[in-house]
């Protein structure tokens, strides 16, 4: 943390990572017979500090270079590569010790990974300038929604000229009925059309008097056929 604050995540990454390197090739060197054994809980006192000091600065430096949006799809892709080539160094390690290759050289192959890793980092950009262009996304993106949020508070709370009311909706209805441009019946609820209105009529007559659907249908059609014109 101290480190990072003082120097940028991608800087106290790559520190690490090469702090490591050295831990690894100093263990390789030093721990290579068995009379310095009792050395080993020091040398693990430093493995501890390495690794304290590499996975903070790599969850933070994907934590701050991660666009507003996309973090999923960022952290899936982080635990693919993990997945996939996370078990390559263990795997080799494996088959140089079961193949009985002295344990110098299995434990080294470790370092040439972190080797690799190094270079790679050191051809990443300039990391304050990947802050801030990811900020400049998040802000933008964060613009476009408080706007969205603004004109849908706007909409709810303004009342439009244009706007109908309930009594200017009744009228409306009423006065296309009266020029035989829609055909609805008036209920106790509002207005229904005929096609409802049969199938209304149906259940109403199944359910009260048990008849069945020819004579439902012969109701139907009469009161269709008697019901007063407009």
């Not at 799809?73 to 193949?99: H, R, Y």
């Not at 049969?198 to 059609?221: F, M, W």
């Amino acid at each position: 943390n101290y480190l990072m604050k003082k120097i940028n995540p991608l800087r106290a990454f790559r520190y690490g990572l090469m702090f490591l390197t050295i831990v690894i090739g100093t263990t390789v060197g030093f721990l290579d017979r068995p009379e310095r054994k009792n050395w080993t809980y020091l040398v693990a006192i430093f493995w501890g500090i390495a690794y304290g000091w590499i996975f903070p600065a790599q969850r933070t430096l994907q934590v701050t270079l991660t666009p507003r949006g996309q973090e999923t799809e960022i952290m899936g892709i982080f635990t693919f590569v993990t997945q996939v080539v996370g078990w390559l160094p263990a795997l080799i390690f494996s088959i140089m010790n079961e193949k009985g290759v002295n344990m110098q050289w299995s434990v080294s192959v470790l370092a040439w990974f972190l080797f690799v890793s190094i270079l790679l980092l050191f051809g990443v950009g300039d990391y304050d300038a990947a802050v801030e262009q990811v900020k400049e996304v998040g802000e933008q993106e964060m613009e476009e929604i408080r706007e969205l949020q603004r004109r849908l508070y706007e909409a709810q709370q303004g009342k439009s000229v244009n706007r109908l009311t309930d009594d200017n909706v009744v009228e409306l209805v009423a006065k296309l009925i009266d020029r035989n441009l829609v055909e609805l019946h008036l209920s106790g609820q509002g207005y229904i059309t005929p096609k409802q209105l049969r199938n209304e009529i149906k259940d109403e007559l199944l359910v009260s008097g048990g008849l069945d659907t020819k004579l439902c249908t012969y109701h139907v059609k009469y009161f269709e056929h008697h019901r007063p014109k407009r």
